[in-house]
């Protein structure tokens, strides 16, 4: 919009807290104030919802303590806790280095990123030397597009790390809810607008996890009449961080396993955004008439919208050089006449990106592959490349149009894979700076340079998708919705590398005895 050109100005939406916590749940529809942010002054007010009712707040607050009496409180659950009568098994030494079982990383709080891994490294098993995996590993960019095209929504694309700071939206944990018994707390020390510090408590914690899941196992038959039944528990690490961006919350978790996997994962909760509406039940819309989104309650419409996710992974696979990206591609091979009673069968085929543009990837179901980072220099026992490859999840992918102007600024979510060479200014999938960017210093510009990339220092992005269709049971606020990709090693060890956890013993575990009846 022409009254908007070379200045910096700020669309507010305006919403009320009258009656409920959840405003959220009560937008004043149509009414936005243009402001400039420069001058301080309101540039334009428009009110284009008359004729649309506030919301009402029944039932919209979620505080347990505000929950009507005669809703139905689930009471089916009984207390429950992971009991480590030794303690946990991590450490962590001068405030960041963590150590734990075969694993030995850096954690760092940062404002704009929330969490940073570094120097992540994993024991090997036969040397007993710590063995390089990856250099850095944070979430760079969200981008949270809402598909509504009027003039109240249309500009509703954002971007949480690059304009609100992923890691200054951090919300202190909340122990025994947020993070289990045993959990280890860090804070986030940021530096406030003015460049006085301040501390952001309970920031980040770190926590042992058991489930019940299962590390391996393998039972013989009776028909062999070999009486074996090897079980050993997964107990994996977790460091977690909660970010609540204005209405949404999204929990983040870098989970580390001792057969060398790393597990990114996010999940979505807190509240949706939605629109005003003068409906109050489907039967009144016209059947030629498109919402934008989901009638969730009386005169609420959940807007449908996207979450992607974009990670910046630092690979360095025995050390930061001579690391390649391999797409081994999955393909159909049909067999000769005569040659087998099988018609066909698949077949790895593998390629080496030589370059950027080599490893620009969209996620292709029927075309599948795998995607390995390797080290040219190092090899097995056996003479396979040691490597880690990324095991796709979360694989949403955008339907923007590429020349619609959000999508200009977030042409990083084009693919859900791509490598570049390692370069410090390179760390922001959407650019150093995201207000007012056109798009002209992205991931995507930087990937169509076409630069090498074998036998490098390489950085491998990925981006973790959602589409969001609300529904009722997002009202009035969401259950937690997640999905993780994982870094697992493929040929890096020999062999098994947790053939050596014992099982779990009754002799090791505390035997807990029922509370005492009132």
């Not at 992540?120 to 710590?130: F, H, I, L, S, Y």
């Not at 280890?184 to 408590?201: E, H, I, K, L, N």
């Not at 058991?210 to 009776?222: M, N």
Request: proline residues 7%; negative net charge.
């Amino acid at each position: 919009m022409e009254i908007e050109e070379k200045r910096r100005v700020i669309k507010v939406q305006c919403y009320t807290l009258k009656d409920t916590i959840n405003f959220y749940m009560r937008p004043i529809e149509g009414l936005t104030v243009l402001l400039d942010l420069d001058t301080q002054q309101v540039i334009e007010i428009i009110d284009e919802g008359k004729n649309i009712p506030i919301p009402n707040a029944a039932n919209t607050d979620y505080r347990f303590s505000r929950i009507k009496k005669n809703t139905q409180k689930i009471n089916l659950l009984k207390p429950i806790s992971i009991e480590q009568p030794n303690g946990p098994s991590f450490t962590i030494e001068n405030n960041h280095l963590v150590k734990w079982a075969n694993w030995e990383f850096h954690l760092k709080p940062d404002p704009r990123a929330g969490v940073i891994i570094s120097r992540a490294m994993v024991q090997d098993p036969d040397t007993g030397k710590m063995r390089n995996v990856m250099y850095k590993g944070f979430t760079s960019e969200l981008f949270v597009p809402y598909m509504d095209p009027s003039d109240a929504w249309y500009f509703k694309t954002y971007m949480d790390a690059g304009e609100y700071g992923f890691g200054l939206q951090a919300m202190p944990l909340d122990p025994l809810n947020d993070c289990p018994r045993n959990a280890y707390y860090m804070d986030g020390v940021f530096v406030a607008a003015d460049g006085t510090p301040y501390v952001r408590s309970n920031m980040i914690c770190v926590f042992e996890r058991y489930a019940g899941d299962i590390g391996w196992r393998h039972a013989e038959c009776p028909i062999t009449g070999l009486p074996i039944r090897e079980v050993r528990p997964k107990v994996t690490l977790v460091v977690r961080m909660a970010a609540s961006v204005a209405n949404y919350d999204y929990i983040v978790d870098w989970e580390f396993q001792n057969d060398g996997l790393i597990r990114p994962k996010v999940g979505l909760s807190g509240i949706l955004m939605v629109k005003g509406s003068p409906y109050v039940n489907m039967n009144q819309v016209n059947q030629n008439e498109y919402l934008y989104g989901t009638l969730l309650s009386e005169n609420i419409i959940g807007v449908i919208h996207d979450h992607y996710v974009t990670f910046h992974l630092d690979m360095d696979i025995d050390g930061p050089s001579n690391n390649s990206f391999v797409k081994v591609n999955l393909q159909k091979e049909m067999t000769s006449f005569g040659e087998s009673p099988r018609r066909s069968y698949l077949k790895a085929v593998r390629n080496v990106a030589k370059t950027e543009k080599d490893a620009q990837i969209k996620l292709k179901l029927y075309d599948p592959s795998e995607f390995h980072v390797i080290n040219s220099n190092k090899k097995s026992r056996v003479g396979n490349p040691v490597g880690y490859k990324v095991v796709p999840g979360g694989t949403a992918a955008s339907l923007l149009d590429h020349d619609d102007p959000p999508q200009k600024r977030a042409a990083f979510t084009n693919n859900q894979i791509w490598v570049t060479p390692y370069n410090e200014s390179e760390q922001w999938a959407a650019g150093l700076f995201v207000y007012q960017s056109q798009g002209d210093d992205t991931l995507a510009v930087w990937s169509d340079r076409d630069r090498a990339i074998e036998n490098k220092d390489i950085v491998l992005w990925y981006t973790l998708g959602f589409h969001h269709i609300p529904c009722q049971e997002d009202f009035p606020i969401m259950p937690t919705v997640s999905s993780s990709f994982e870094i697992k090693p493929v040929n890096f060890f020999e062999s098994n590398p947790i053939l050596n956890i014992p099982p779990n013993s009754p002799k090791d575990l505390p035997i807990c005895k029922a509370a005492a009846s009132a």
